[in-house]
Nanobody, 128 residues
């Protein structure tokens, strides 16, 4: 059984930074598709960033140049460095994991395509 546990959320002012971490147990993160997704209060879940099976990366336009997704093979985790945060980034951030091969674009749309495992999320609140 694969388990995903997110951490790193919090409350910061606009322009600040946070780094989210999704630690994976039960499987290596290497070679598998993963992604970060977010769900603002009262809104649908959206894909933020994805890493494909081959290591390619895809970001939603609204975070390009501000967010960086990467795997930490030592921690066996998926990370999301978030800089220049904006109030519209406020959401619960959730990571997903899928064993089947996917491109980064597909991984970023994992909330629509389906992922094998999901974490419970970590809350990010950005104030003005």
């Amino acid at each position: 059984q694969v388990e995903l546990v997110e951490s790193g959320g919090g409350s910061v002012q606009a322009g600040g930074s946070l780094k989210l971490s999704c630690v994976v147990s039960g499987s290596s993160v290497s070679g598998y598709s993963m992604g970060w997704y977010r769900q603002p209060p009262g809104k649908d879940r959206e894909g933020v960033a994805g890493i494909g099976s081959d290591g390619d990366i895809s970001y939603v336009d609204s975070v390009k140049g501000r967010f960086t997704i990467y795997k930490d093979n030592v921690k066996n985790s998926l990370e999301l460095q978030m800089n220049n945060l904006k109030p519209e980034d406020t959401a619960r951030y959730i990571c997903g994991f899928r064993r089947l091969r996917m491109t980064a674009y597909q991984a970023r749309r994992g909330h629509l395509i389906g992922m094998d495992y999901w974490g419970r999320g970590t809350l990010v609140t950005i104030s003005t």
